[in-house]
């Protein structure tokens, strides 16, 4: 069965920094050949990735990933119908949402205790992980709640109803839901298989975390009172490394996640290449913001594969397994990354037959990236994002 899958490679140098830490504050990292590299967990570049969707893409195409979902819902019901007070929309809200995806909404009990004999509201009810829904999935909620108004409990417990909401929070998904996915917990009928992949971003050489130590002047301290130390003293671990970042996309599954949410006045097409244009230009321009104040490590890829393939979705990271070493008299490990990459594309895709019918373009920067030039057409960003949108487009087409 012939598939439509998109890669992309990536090699990316960053400067001093800390992308992505763990519970410590250290620089994540990973073993991997042997030694210890840096890493950068999918999760991280995954949601700078869908935080860039915003600049690329209308708001009605994208969703809300919040455990306070009710007040979201609430908001648009209060614009449906003005006459509803904030109490009863949260009341009408938490129903809905608990009708259509199972998961029990109330008021946290923490905040709920700390409310007892306050003067004021109560708190907004809230669920009790993430829920992500669509723009236009929130918009259906919210006439479905406007439509119950004054019908009772029952309401909400009809079949019917229950089936509408259903459909409505399982339809008309928004592009980072049909990308990334979504579990809900409480109503796996509704939960959405991601079409991308992406993996943890690793240094493709041997990484040690450092740390650096840090004052801070007090501008107000009286300096006659002999007060001459620092106001505040600290540390912050970080990391320099070249990393070999990979993502995949099932053309196929997102072009079904987004099936229920065409619109009926453009092509079929357009909004799988829409989608896949934002995905391609977001996750290869976005940055994880961990430290990003301290650090001011703003890089973009020093190189780009892309591929689109007809058959399964395949990871070089392999290229790397024995680390790049940096040359003792120039240093630096881009260039033996570009090379070790570029030798060992062409020895998979012979060996395993998948070379054929794979179209392949290549963005690189400067002469330590010469290598990669002869594994595909060389573009610029623009010109890259727009070639995969129109393969996919001829792909999907049946062309």
């Not at 090699?11 to 030694?35: H, I």
């Not at 037959?353 to 594994?375: F, H």
């Amino acid at each position: 069965m012939t598939r439509t899958i998109l890669e992309l490679h990536v090699l990316q140098t960053v400067p001093p920094s800390c992308l992505n830490r763990d519970d410590t504050g250290t620089p994540k990292t990973a073993l991997y050949g042997g030694v210890r590299r840096a890493r950068v967990s999918s999760q991280a570049w995954k949601r700078a990735t869908r935080r860039s969707f915003h600049d690329l893409l209308d708001p009605s195409e994208l969703g809300v990933r919040t455990r306070r979902v009710a007040e979201l819902l609430a908001e648009r019901i209060c614009k449906l119908d003005g006459s509803i007070e904030q109490a009863e929309a949260w009341a009408l809200a938490a129903e809905t949402i608990q009708t259509a995806t199972g998961s029990k909404i109330e008021a946290p009990k923490r905040r709920a205790e700390a409310a007892k004999g306050k003067s004021g509201p109560e708190p907004a009810p809230e669920s009790k992980y993430l829920m992500f829904l669509s723009a236009r999935q929130l918009d259906g909620l919210a006439e479905l709640a406007v439509k119950g108004r004054g019908a009772g409990k029952e309401y909400f417990k009809d079949k019917v109803t229950k089936d509408r909401a259903k459909q409505i929070a399982n339809s008309r998904h928004s592009v980072d839901i049909a990308l990334f996915g979504r579990m809900v917990a409480d109503g796996a009928d509704i939960n959405v298989d991601a079409a991308a992949q992406v993996a943890h971003a690793l240094s493709v050489h041997r990484v040690e975390n450092e740390a650096d130590y840090y004052t801070a002047v007090d501008d107000y301290k009286n300096r006659e009172a002999d007060d001459l130390g620092a106001g505040m003293i600290g540390t912050v671990e970080f990391n320099s490394a070249t990393l070999y970042r990979y993502a995949a996309v099932d053309v196929d599954l997102l072009r079904r996640n987004l099936g229920m949410g065409l619109r009926e006045d453009e092509p079929i097409t357009e909004p799988v290449r829409r989608a896949i244009e934002a995905f391609v230009q977001c996750f290869l321009t976005s940055l994880p913001t961990g430290k990003i104040n301290t650090f001011g490590n703003h890089t973009l890829p020093d190189a780009v594969v892309a591929k689109v393939r007809s058959s399964r979705p395949v990871s070089f990271v392999a290229a790397f397994e024995e680390p790049c070493r940096a040359d003792p008299e120039t240093g630096g490990h881009l260039r033996q990354a570009s090379e070790a990459l570029a030798s060992y594309v062409p020895e998979v895709e012979r060996a395993y037959g998948v070379a054929k019918d794979t179209p392949t373009w290549v963005l690189r920067v400067g002469k330590n990236t010469e290598a990669l030039s002869g594994l595909g057409i060389e573009l610029s960003l623009p010109e890259l994002v727009t070639a995969i949108g129109t393969e996919i487009v001829r792909r999907q087409d049946g062309a």
